[in-house]
C-alpha cells in the first residue's frame, strides 16, 4: 500500500527532481490505487512502457510516499558497509536481553511508525500480526516518517536505496526475515524515465551514491552490489568506528553517507594512531572511539574535513560526548559490558562475532 503527502502533480522531470517536503506536513489517508494489470483496469504504469520489468508495482511511485518494498528488491548505492555495526543489530537481536526484542521497534521506526507497542510470544518480523507499532498505518507524523529509510525510483521502476543499507542487511540476515520481508521506504525521488547515464549522472550530482571502497578508491556503479546482505558488500572498519561514535563526537544530521565522510577523514588524515585499535577487544576498541571522537571534537567548524564538507556541517559537536564526564552521557552507555543488565552497543557486536567465531 502506498501513502502519499498531499502535493501536486509536477511534470514527470520535475516531480523526479522534486524535494521531500517532509517538515510540518501531514501524511494524508491511505489511497486506494488498483495494481498494473488488475483485473478491469488499464496497466498504465505512470506513461511508462515498461510491463515487462519486475520492478513495474514501484513505477508510479512519487516523492514523498511511503512505499511498501521487499528488501530483496532494493539495490543499493554503496559498495561497503561497517560489519560491526550489523554485528551489533544482530546480537541485540539474537542475544538481547531486551523485555521486547529491539527488531520490532527496528521495523516499527523503519515503517515510520514509532516503535513496537504489542508483541506476541513467538512473534515473527515475518508476522505482521504478530505485533504492533505505536502508530497505525496512515497516523504517520512528520517526525515519524523523518526517521523512515529513504529509495530513488531508477530505470525500470527499481528501487535504489539510500539511506537504511544497515538496517535491512540486518532484517535480511535475522531469521525470522530475510530477503521477503516488506517493509516502507520514503521516496526521495522518481528518475524511473531517466536512461542509466542520465540517472547515474543525476544520483552523482546529488550525492544520493557513494562510491569508493574502504580504501579510498574509485568504484564504478556496475560494481555495486545488486541486492543487500551482509555477503554482497565489503567491510569497511572506519564506517564501523564512526558509528559508535554517534552522539560522542557528531551528531547525525539527515546527510547521505555521513558516517562515510568522517571514515575518510579517519582513514588519510588519521587523526589519532590506529595501531592499538583491536575489534575484538572493548577496552582497545573503546580507547580508540574516545580518541578519534576527540579529535572530531577538537576541529575548529569551518574545518573541511571531506568531499569539500567542514566538521559543521558533518554534525561534529561542540563537545567531546556533549560535554559530559566519560562515565555519564553516551560514552558510558556505550562503554557497558556484555554482563551488564544493559549491555553497550559495542559489547553487543564484540559477543555476537564471539559466539559466531567472526572477525
Known amino acids: 500500500m502506498r501513502f502519499r503527502f498531499p ?9 523526479a527532481l522534486a524535494a521531500v517536503a517532509g517538515v510540518g506536513v501531514a501524511v494524508s489517508a491511505p489511497v486506494a490505487l488498483a495494481a498494473p494489470g ?33 528488501i530483496g528488491d532494493v539495490h543499493p548505492t554503496q559498495p561497503s558497509l561497517g560489519y560491526d555495526e550489523v554485528y ?5 537481536y539474537t542475544l538481547g536481553k531486551d523485555a521486547v526484542n529491539k527488531k520490532f521497534d527496528d521495523w516499527c521506526e523503519a515503517d515510520g511508525r514509532v516503535a513496537a507497542a504489542t508483541v506476541s510470544p513467538g512473534a515473527r518480523l515475518d508476522d505482521p500480526s504478530s505485533f504492533t507499532c505505536q ?9 515519524s516518517i523523518a526517521a523512515m529509510k529513504t529509495v530513488v525510483i531508477g530505470p525500470g521502476g527499481e528501487p535504489f536505496l539510500t539511506d537504511g543499507h544497515h538496517t535491512l542487511t540486518s532484517f535480511f540476515e535475522t531469521p525470522d526475515a530475510g530477503a521477503d520481508l516488506h517493509v ?18 543525476e544520483m552523482r550530482a546529488h550525492k544520493w551514491v557513494w562510491l569508493r571502497d574502504p ?32 552522539d560522542i563526537g557528531y551528531a547525525q544530521n539527515g546527510l547521505p553517507f555521513q558516517e562515510f565522510y568522517w571514515g575518510d577523514w579517519v ?24 580518541g578519534v571522537t576527540e579529535a572530531m571534537t577538537a576541529l575548529p567548524k569551518d574545518n573541511v574535513v571531506d568531499s569539500g564538507f567542514t566538521a559543521a556541517q558533518l554534525g561534529a559537536l561542540n563537545q567531546w560526548n556533549d560535554g559530559k564526564a566519560a562515565n555519564k552521557g553516551e560514552f558510558d552507555k556505550l562503554s557497558k559490558p556484555y554482563s551488564d543488565a544493559k549491555p553497550g552497543k559495542l559489547a553487543y557486536a564484540l559477543e555476537y562475532k564471539r559466539v559466531h567465531g567472526l572477525g
Open 135 to 143: 502508530l497505525a498505518v496512515g497516523a504517520e507524523t512528520a517526525d
Open 184 to 201: 516502507r521506504l520514503r521516496v526521495v525521488a522518481n528518475l524511473s524515465t531517466l536512461t542509466r547515464q542520465d540517472f547515474w549522472d
Open 88 to 92: 551489533y543489530k544482530l546480537g541485540r
Open 7 to 15: 502535493s501536486r502533480r509536477a511534470s514527470v522531470r520535475g516531480a
Open 267 to 290: 582513514r588519510d588524515a588519521k587523526p589519532i594512531d590506529l595501531a592499538g585499535w583491536n575489534q575484538r577487544d572493548l577496552a582497545g576498541y573503546l580507547a580508540t572511539v574516545k
Open 38 to 70: 488488475s483485473p478491469g483496469a488499464r496497466p498504465s504504469f505512470c506513461g511508462h512502457d515498461n510491463r515487462s520489468t519486475p520492478f513495474a508495482k514501484y513505477l508510479c511511485a512519487e516523492p514523498g510516499d511511503l512505499l511498501d518494498v521487499r
Open 215 to 246: 580504501d579510498g578508491s574509485p568504484v564504478k556503479v556496475n560494481k555495486l552490489p545488486t541486492g543487500v546482505g551482509l555477503a554482497n558488500f565489503t567491510d569497511d572498519k572506519y564506517r564501523s568506528l564512526l558509528y559508535f561514535g554517534r
